[in-house]
């Protein structure tokens, strides 16, 4: 089962593809974005954090910089490092998936990116 399988089985309380119609609207707690936090950012930025976040690579998306890009995010979307209590940001949930796949293989990417930047002075 992939990783947005299992978000959605948790979020939904079932598995993505199994025919069925899901209607949100019927969970107790749902709340469009726009009540969450005043604009319609969609699911994955119901959430902006208030204050800017301390965060490893000056807050660019770790996948994007393993990828080779400079995507920068607002930290809405994090990761933890369990290792060493490193935080990560993300510019989407799509770019958190996939960096969950394999995040140690992506970390060492996205440092190595990160290091020709540097030494480029970009």
Same mark, same amino acid.
Request: hydrophobic fraction near 45%; charged fraction near 20%; proline fraction near 4%.
């Given at each position: ?49 208030? =204050? @800017?976040?301390? &965060?490893?690579?000056?807050? %660019?998306?770790?996948?994007?910089? /393993?990828? #080779? ?34 995040? =140690? @293989?992506?970390? &060492?990417?996205?440092?190595? %990116?990160?290091?020709?930047?540097? /030494?480029? #002075?970009?």
């Amino acid at each position: 089962m992939t990783i947005l399988a299992v978000l959605m089985l948790s979020y939904f309380g079932v598995a993505g593809g199994s025919g069925a119609e899901i209607d949100v609207s019927t969970r107790p707690h749902a709340a469009p974005a726009a009540a969450v936090h005043g604009h319609a950012g969609g699911i994955w930025k119901a959430a902006v954090p208030a =204050k @800017t976040m301390e &965060a490893e690579f000056d807050r %660019y998306d770790v996948y994007g910089l /393993a990828v #080779g890009a400079r995507i920068q995010a607002d930290c809405s979307l994090n990761w933890v490092d369990p290792d060493d209590g490193r935080r990560y940001c993300f510019a989407s949930g799509t770019s958190l998936v996939y960096f969950l796949d394999s995040p =140690k @293989t992506h970390l &060492a990417q996205a440092r190595g %990116y990160w290091r020709r930047l540097q /030494a480029s #002075g970009q």
